[in-house]
C-alpha cells in the first residue's frame, strides 16, 4: 500500500548515518562465500593467462580494494631540517633551510659484475 501524504509511517528523518545497508552486507557475505568456494578453480584459471592479462587483472582488483591516492600540497618551499645539539647552550638558534637540489636524485642503475 502506497504512503499518502502526511502518513505517520513516512521516516522524514531517513536512513541514519553510518548505519549498514542490510542488503549490501548480505550480498558482500554471498560474494565472499562464493570466492572461498572456487579459490583453487580461480587460481587455475589465473596461472593460465599470459602476462599481460594477469597485470590487467591486478590492476583492476587494485582498483577496488586500495583506496585511492591523494596528492598533498605544501607551501613550504624547502626543507627544515632541525638537529638538537645537547652539547650547545645557545638554544636559540634558528636552523636553516636546505637548498634546493640541483638535480632530481635519481638511484644508480644496477650493474651486475659477476
Request: neutral net charge; glycine residues 2%; aromatic residues 6%.
Amino acid at each position: 500500500m502506497p504512503f499518502r501524504k502526511n502518513d505517520s509511517r513516512i521516516n522524514k528523518n531517513g536512513r541514519p548515518k553510518g548505519s549498514p545497508n542490510k542488503n549490501t552486507d548480505e550480498l558482500r557475505n554471498v560474494f565472499h562465500s562464493f570466492l572461498e568456494a572456487n579459490l583453487d578453480s580461480m587460481q587455475k584459471d589465473f596461472d593460465m593467462l599470459e602476462a599481460w592479462q594477469r597485470l590487467q587483472f591486478i590492476e583492476r582488483i587494485a582498483k577496488m580494494l586500495l583506496p585511492p591516492l591523494v596528492t598533498i600540497e605544501t607551501t613550504e618551499q624547502r626543507p627544515v631540517i632541525r638537529v638538537l645539539n645537547l652539547h650547545n647552550e645557545n638554544e636559540s638558534e634558528q636552523p636553516e633551510p636546505l637548498p634546493a637540489p640541483v638535480r632530481p636524485i635519481t638511484p644508480e642503475p644496477f650493474v651486475n659484475n659477476c
